[in-house]
């Protein structure tokens, strides 16, 4: 747990919106909570309220304002323990499928272009859920090799792998719990 | 020997052959589309992206991203020639009409290559807008159609002098292109805009037509009158009716999909997902999903990948 928290507060690197690098990435992790699909939903899908089970994450303020269409949209701030902020719009949000989408807009991952979504599925056995995290994202560093320390693939898949090792058994923790 | 050889080419005549190619296991998996079974799996550059495929030449052309090369495969043995390193950062491919050469469109150095399709020597290169993606070019090989995504505009490019005669302004991070069979069309996917821009190839005009989530890639129905354009970040495929100028249907496929190509000879469209490891298969005709087939590690197949069966 301190590592993942070291390990994102090491990355203080702003994200841009201009080119990416040209191979994106992935991390998918899965676990299965013994808790019904429908409250462990409710969980997933609580946009302003990743404290409530993300280790890492200290506190999330949650705002509604305009995007660059001027289309109204859910952003959240969430502050984390090991310093600094991460910046994140709700891009989906899908009662029938049991699936959260949302992405990165900055802070202080070293990822760019990062999509995910948190997908919640019945099984495998009854009154058992599947949460499945997937997040698509590129590496901070756009141009050909050498690529600079910390912003190769390596480190942005890291990052990642640690926020959802983490974030996952302590999802299963509070949803388990009475 | 050469019975052999008509025997081994023969046999592999019956379907056509769709090239994934496999960013996270740099592999190409080979779909003949008559079984829809994967017939062979072959080893590539690191991290392969784009695809071109020849019949003429019988030779399919993979860009490896990060490998920094273009890998040759042998379509008739489905075996790897060779691999040829270039600097930059190789996404869209795509051969001239003849098949004589090959355009290497360079994401990072903003640049296309022009390459002997057989001997792989760079014979030139284009400069023109920044990050170049899809490229596509016309049936009589005069104009290359490049997307060059952070310019948010098309290139024209005159390829007997290699200058740009036109720019197009389209929607925001054109990716994938393609043409309708006579080359009255370009079809030109807005990644950020989630839209289609339709351009008239004569007066250049454009039109928008709304798709899905982050769409990548499109190809037009092998009757010409619908496109399939993959959305990464809604796991679908938006079919778009031209007569109506409108999305008509959207049909779920794997995780992020990504490359889409019509095979010519059934009329059914192969998608290749991303993040689910397979390709989808779509009927043309019912616009429904037939089957899935398991590929490797990160499909994507940029470009148009489909080898059509060869005359018996």
């Not at chain 2, 057989?118 to 490229?135: C, F, H, L, R, V």
């Not at chain 2, 005669?165 to 054109?174: C, E, L, N, T």
């Not at chain 2, 959305?231 to 999909?257: C, H, M, R, Y």
Request: proline share 4%.
């Amino acid at each position: 747990m301190k590592k993942v928290i070291a390990l994102i507060a090491m990355a203080i690197l702003p994200l841009t919106a201009a080119a990416h690098g040209p191979s994106p990435q992935k991390v998918e992790k899965e676990i299965v909570i013994k808790a019904d699909p429908a409250k462990v939903w409710a969980l997933v899908k609580d946009f302003g309220n990743l404290q409530k089970w993300h280790p890492a994450v200290a506190s999330t303020k949650l705002e509604t304002k305009k995007d660059e269409n001027g289309d109204m949209q859910t952003y959240r701030t969430l502050t984390l323990k090991g310093g600094g902020t991460i910046y994140e719009k709700l891009r989906g949000s899908d009662d029938k499928d049991m699936q959260l989408k949302y992405e990165i807009v900055s802070g202080v991952l070293p990822v760019a272009d990062y999509n995910a979504k948190m997908t919640v599925k019945a099984g495998p056995g009854a009154g058992e859920s599947t949460v499945v995290w997937m997040a698509r994202f590129y590496r901070v560093y756009k141009l050909n090799p050498p690529i600079p320390a910390g912003q190769d693939d390596e480190s942005a898949i890291n990052a990642v792998t640690g926020v959802f090792e983490a974030g996952l058994p302590a999802l299963k923790a509070l949803a388990e719990s009475k | 020997m050469i019975a052999l050889i008509i025997s081994g080419y023969t046999s592999l005549c019956l379907g056509g052959s769709a090239y994934i190619t496999n960013q996270g296991d740099n592999t190409v998996s080979v779909i003949d589309t008559n079984t829809n079974q994967v017939i062979s799996t072959i080893k590539v550059g690191l991290k392969p992206v784009g695809v071109a495929v020849s019949a003429i030449n019988h030779r399919a052309y993979i860009s490896n991203v990060d490998g920094q090369s273009i890998s040759v495969i042998d379509t008739v043995k489905n075996k790897l020639i060779n691999t040829y390193v270039i600097k930059g950062s190789p996404v869209g491919l795509t051969l001239s009409p003849d098949n004589k050469t090959l355009y290497v469109a360079d994401w990072t150095d903003d640049r296309i290559y022009v390459m002997d399709a057989i001997s792989m020597k760079i014979q030139n290169e284009i400069k023109n807008g920044k990050a170049p993606a899809g490229i596509v070019i016309s049936s009589d090989g005069k104009k290359l159609y490049i997307a060059n995504r952070d310019s948010n505009d098309i290139a024209v490019i005159d390829t007997d002098n290699r200058q740009t005669s036109s720019r197009i302004a389209v929607g925001k991070h054109p990716f994938g292109l393609a043409l309708n069979k006579n080359g009255t069309e370009l079809y030109v996917v807005n990644v950020i805009s989630n839209s289609i821009s339709v351009i008239n190839t004569t007066s250049l005009k454009s039109e928008i037509i709304h798709v899905g989530e982050h769409p990548y890639c499109v190809t037009p129905s092998k009757d010409g009158l619908f496109l399939f354009v993959t959305n990464t970040q809604d796991d679908s495929v938006s079919v778009i009716s031209l007569a109506q100028k409108q999305s008509i249907a959207t049909i779920k496929v794997g995780e992020v999909p990504e490359g889409i190509s019509t095979d010519e000879l059934t009329g059914n469209i192969y998608v290749a997902n991303w993040a689910s490891n397979q390709v989808s298969v779509i009927d043309g005709q019912t616009q429904k999903l037939i089957t899935q087939i398991k590929t490797g590690d990160k499909s994507r197949s940029f470009g148009q990948f489909i080898l059509p069966s060869s005359p018996k």
